[in-house]
């Protein structure tokens, strides 16, 4: 930030950088920073000039933009990289790191990691473990080993709800659909048993609804929506409604 900002960056890269990610509001005191041909993307809408070839962008943050707990996990990432070059053999980096990988879909990075750990420490193979290996399979679309991961995840808590989703998602994919009905169905059970709104609920519903579509049950999908939103209006609930049947959506639910 600051009028010096550009400066610091010329100075090191005279020709300019490749690209920049604007997320200070600099605008147009930070195209310079660009070298010509270079790419620029910034919050707010600021559309650029498209001078020197510069590819203009634009990123609009509508969900997270206040979730200061994320820019706690990007210091705690940024941390876990330090101490895993010091202590690679330190469990919690591994996790930390793992979860970098995930969330970039990093998904052989992450395979490679937790083997080169839980190899060398395979008793401390623990349920975050199993999860991560079967999201990280699932990614590069091995589903035997990912369904094995996911059960022996299972298998250490059966009353996480995320080893059931997964399984359903899994057997969805691969066109057993009552297989994967019967696993959301108790994945549903746990996500509405719990007395606080679960973070997997969204998932689960959407997952539900999948498998609905894939068993023909169109009609049931649409009554299984309302009934939710009559119980407890939901914003992604409503989202599924209007892209299965917007038919459905009445006056009542608008309210």
């Known amino acids: 930030r600051g009028e010096e900002f550009i400066e610091h960056i010329l100075e090191r890269f005279p020709e300019g950088i490749d690209g920049l990610a604007d997320g200070a509001l600099l605008n147009e005191k930070a195209v310079a920073a ?12 600021y559309q650029g000039t498209g001078e020197r070839d510069i590819n203009f962008t634009q990123t609009w943050v509508r969900t997270q933009d206040c979730m200061y ?8 990432l940024v941390e876990a990289k330090k101490i895993f070059q010091i202590d690679p053999d330190n469990l919690n980096t591994i996790k930390v790191l793992a979860f970098l990988h995930l969330q970039k879909n990093q998904f052989n990075s992450t395979i490679n990691l937790l083997n080169g750990y839980y190899d060398k420490f395979s008793d401390k193979k623990d349920f975050d473990y199993f999860v991560n290996m079967g999201f990280s399979y699932k990614g590069i679309e091995e589903y035997s080993i990912s369904l094995e991961m996911y059960q022996k995840a299972k298998d250490i808590n059966p009353n996480s709800p995320i080893c059931y989703t997964s399984l359903a998602e899994i057997y969805l994919k691969l066109g057993e659909y009552q297989k994967a009905d019967e696993l959301i169905d108790i994945a549903f059970k746990i996500v509405m048993s719990s007395k606080i709104k679960s973070p997997h609920f969204p998932n689960t ?3 539900k609804t999948d498998i609905n579509v894939a068993l023909g049950r169109d009609n049931e999908n649409g009554a299984f929506l309302i009934k939710l939103l009559d119980d ?8 599924l409604l209007a892209t299965t049947n917007s038919k459905l959506i009445d006056e009542t639910l608008l309210k």
């Open 34 to 45: 660009v070298k010509n041909g270079g790419s620029f993307t910034a919050v707010r809408g």
């Open 69 to 76: 707990e994320k820019l706690d996990d990007l210091r705690k």
């Open 205 to 207: 519903i959407k997952i």
């Open 232 to 239: 407890d209006f939901n914003p992604d609930v409503f989202y």
